[in-house]
């Protein structure tokens, strides 16, 4: 068996983890937003928001594969704003970023989430009545208090992606270099006679990115952690 | 003046309608707890909007329901102390002090090489507060209020969580911050000793109600505010250390009348104020004799009032001022107490500081 990686593989490797990067780093200050106004804020319709936002997490991913293709494929009104402004995403690795994006953005939101919900609001209390204005206690107490939170919302997002096929495949296909992350690679090789071993190297790969970046969690979050310890 | 604060709000069975002015110096909001004393000082600081109401701080308007003025709490200029500290656990102590220096108006006010000499935390600077005791992290939360340039402090119950050692401690801080640097405090405190060492003006609380607010000494000697119950009233007086004695005891001087303690660490001369537990002021209608007690004060009874038990509180004058005795009813009648009455009050306990 040759343990080398193909150009094909290769490519859904780089591919993957481009998808995976560009849908965690987008979709976190809207994650961080969200996890702040739900914990944090009271206003009308936050409990339609919570369940909007857990909404992947639940429905069948096919099913939020086809909804975002109702909605952004070329037919969709936000496909057409999307591609009136020089972002197609029908069909293209962008259109995979999204998918990948929606789908871990419930594991994101609650973790943030919850590591709002354990800063002291109190603390930012004693900060405002030192003068600090609301975004600077923001920036400057809960911010640091949450980068953990923050971090592990980020990793497992990111882990989510590089795992997402159903919403994926359903949404922008399984074209090689565009679309074809490393499961709809997996997937396409196992429906070819002698695919298998192309298909054992990409599991291999898959597990050995999501070990690295478990570790790289684990080592950044005990890092921020020593730094922002009561003790 | 320095504060006015006027306010209504309703925070669960508590209906509170308050009224009061607070003058240069210390103030106590001084009652139970839940009697709407941290209801209050969260309201001046802009944690908490009441319903209705009107404050304002130096002529400065803070909050006015009538024409809808809230300024945020970071506009508002109050240094606020809390009770527990509260210091940002990622920062250091530095950090901590200084979070707020950026917000602070230019001009006077206390330095940091200032702050931090007075407050004894140079070898904390570098140390993160979660390695700090109880009273080095009150004194750090005292400094970073400090080096806002408040035009005000507020402190809510700041030593109620330190031992009574480390309140020892921290007290003095809160006197010099009243003496040296001329900053308006409004302090709240259930504990009558710190209020009869610290405070100028009381405010007593009761129920949400303001009971009787006035000069310290006037308001811990009227037997009729006892927002702690009779059980922990007390009087204040205005004292004088006169000399040191061979064996130990120390000799106040009180309007007149010499009060005996045992050894006090006090230069004669230096000015200080005592607090007398109504509950260890004896009566005597005679001149005590063959009594272990060393301070029988002459007294004539002002008033009597009944408590809601078997209990009641009578106000006499001393030489040194008034003070409040806590006998029981059957005593008054049974020594044919009344008002203008001449008697001794034989007093068994004087307490200059928090024990």
Do not use: C
């Not at chain 1, 074209?175 to 990409?202: D, K, M």
């Not at chain 2, 000082?41 to 329901?65: C, K």
Request: hydrophobic fraction near 50%.
């Amino acid at each position: 068996m040759d343990v080398g990686l193909g150009p094909a593989e290769w490519e859904a490797v780089r591919l993957s983890i481009r998808v995976s990067f560009v849908a965690t780093v987008a979709s976190l200050p809207v994650g961080l937003f969200i996890a702040y106004a739900l914990a944090r804020w009271d206003f009308p319709g936050k409990q339609v928001l919570n369940g909007l936002v857990h909404l992947p997490l639940i429905l069948p991913p096919v099913v939020t594969g086809y909804l975002l293709l109702l909605a952004f494929g070329p037919q969709g009104g936000g496909g057409r704003v999307l591609e009136a402004l020089g972002m197609p995403i029908a069909f293209r690795w962008t259109g995979a970023a999204l998918a990948a994006a929606v789908m871990a953005f419930p594991l994101m939101v609650r973790a943030i989430r919850l590591s709002i919900e354990a800063v002291d609001p109190k603390l930012e209390a004693a900060a405002a009545t030192l003068g600090a204005p609301r975004l600077w206690v923001f920036l400057t107490i809960t911010l640091p208090l949450i980068l953990p939170g923050l971090l592990a919302g980020a990793i497992l997002a990111f882990a989510k992606a590089m795992g997402e096929f159903g919403a994926t495949i359903t949404f922008v296909s399984n074209i090689p270099g565009q679309t074809q992350t490393i499961p709809s690679a997996i997937y396409a090789f196992l429906q070819v006679p002698g695919g298998e071993n192309a298909a054992l190297r990409l599991v291999v790969v898959s597990i050995a990115v999501a070990m690295g970046a478990l570790l790289l969690s684990e080592v950044l979050a005990r890092r921020v952690s020593a730094r922002v310890a009561q003790g | 003046m320095s504060l006015t604060v006027r306010l209504r709000h309703q925070l669960g069975v508590l209906s509170l309608d308050i009224a009061f002015e607070a003058p240069p110096g210390v103030t106590v909001l001084f009652g139970r707890s839940g009697a709407g004393k941290t209801t209050v000082i969260n309201a001046v600081a802009g944690l908490l909007r009441p319903q209705s109401g009107h404050i304002a701080v130096n002529g400065r308007t803070l909050f006015a329901s009538a024409e809808g003025v809230n300024l945020p709490p970071h506009q508002r200029r109050l240094g606020y102390i809390f009770q527990d500290g509260r210091l940002f656990p990622h920062m250091t102590v530095r950090k901590n002090l200084t979070f707020g220096q950026r917000f602070a108006p230019p001009g006077g006010g206390p330095r940091f090489d200032e702050v931090v000499e007075l407050l004894g935390i140079e070898a904390l600077l570098a140390r993160r507060p979660g390695s700090l005791s109880g009273g080095e992290r009150a004194r750090v939360a005292i400094g970073r209020a400090l080096l806002t340039r408040p035009a005000m402090l507020l402190a809510d119950e700041p030593l109620a969580s330190l031992d009574e050692a480390r309140k020892a401690e921290i007290l003095p801080f809160f006197e010099r911050l009243r003496d040296e640097l001329d900053l308006p405090i409004l302090y709240v405190s259930h504990a009558p000793d710190e209020v009869a060492r610290l405070a100028t003006t009381v405010v007593a609380l009761q129920h949400g109600r303001v009971l009787r607010q006035g000069p310290a000494d006037a308001v811990l000697s009227d037997a009729r505010v006892t927002p702690l119950g009779l059980r922990e009233a007390g009087a204040m007086l205005e004292a004088r250390v006169l000399r040191h004695h061979e064996d130990g005891l120390t000799e106040l001087d009180a309007g007149g009348t010499s009060l005996f303690l045992p050894g006090l660490d006090r230069a004669p001369g230096t000015a200080l104020r005592v607090r007398l537990p109504a509950q260890d002021v004896m009566l005597a209608v005679a001149q005590p004799e063959g009594l272990s007690a060393l301070n029988v004060l002459p007294a004539q009874v002002v008033a009597i009032d009944a408590g809601a038990g078997h209990d009641a509180l009578v106000t006499l004058d001393t030489p040194g001022g008034r003070i409040l005795s806590r006998v029981t009813q059957r005593s008054v009648a049974a020594l044919g107490l009344r008002e203008g009455r001449r008697v001794y009050a034989v007093v068994k306990s004087v307490a200059v500081a928090p024990p």
